[in-house]
């Protein structure tokens, strides 16, 4: 069989730390990968130059990882359909309110028997208020199998080399597990395999509107133990989320990196939390705190937040996650930050 060509699309701060570790392990296994990994770069003019163009010439992403090497044989494609030509395996690491479009683009253009691996820890709205996971989303519009890793993985400290573990869901674990796993796993990035790739993937999702919600305490000037409680019950709403409209769950899998681990990590660590906070202490828009903090990137706490909130509306099941709820109502501009204490104090599981 000839080795797998590899494309990964998408190349903000977690793309290009993701696209270190690709670019090392398809190099270190030629008999299973084609070496050349393609990353599709959306084009921007970065100090006068190609964003592309640098990162072909000083293997680096100078706006979204600055001042750390990809692998020389990590190519920047800024053609979509191009640089997914001829791949057997899609690394999906962009924000999940583009994937629809990149999808839409790419059908009839990818294979039967492509595999596709999502990083992307966000949710999907159908029209009529449900959701759907990214990975569903990928494959409804490309017919093909899609797996997800997710993890306490921090893309700063990824891209140093830091140790840490992930998580990747595999519905076809027997026959996908192996080589997947290869892709990704390193000396200091440990990957385990598991099949309940639907809890995987909204262990991801929603600990992202967790973090929102530790990052409103921060501002306000709580301390460790109301963060310690806003984790607890931020996760147990995580369980009923998957338990009420994704049966059939392990409940294994929220001790992986993906659940308690990366739950944690973001709520002392993460984008979402920082941009909370700020939000709370200045006063002034998501919008402005995120143009200001990130970078170009984006929070997606509070797209997901909305997206639940909108899911639970539906069902009438809102009051059953008052913390999910009072993110999004906090970044709707509907409830004070302040309010958030109220409904942990009163919280269903204090009762």
Known sequence: ?????????????????IARIVGSTTKRF??????????????????????????NTRHENVKYLPGKILPTNVVAVTDLVQSCEGSNVLVFVVPHQFVKGICE????????DTQAISLIKGLSMEKLGGLKLISEEIKDILKIEVSVLMGANLAPEVANDNFCEATIGCKRKAQDGAFLKKLFHTENFRINVVEDAHTVELCGALKNVVACAAGFTDGLGYGDNTKAAVIRLGLMEMRKFVDVYYSGSNLQTFFESCGIADLITTCYGGRNRKVCEAFVKSGKTLEEVEKELLNG?????????????????????????????????ICAGEMKPAQLVDCLRNHPEHL
């Open 1 to 17: 069989m000839s080795p797998k060509k590899v494309t990964i699309i998408g190349s903000g701060n977690w793309g290009s730390a």
């Open 30 to 55: 030629p008999d299973e990968f084609d070496p050349e990994v393609r990353m599709w770069v959306f084009e921007e003019i970065v100090n006068g130059e190609k964003l592309s163009e640098v990162i």
């Open 105 to 112: 683009k790419l059908v009839g253009k990818v294979p039967a």
């Open 297 to 329: 990137q984006s929070a997606q706490g509070p797209p997901t937040a909305k997206e639940v909130y909108l899911m639970n509306k539906k069902s009438g099941k809102d009051d059953q996650f008052p913390v999910f709820t009072a993110v999004h109502l």
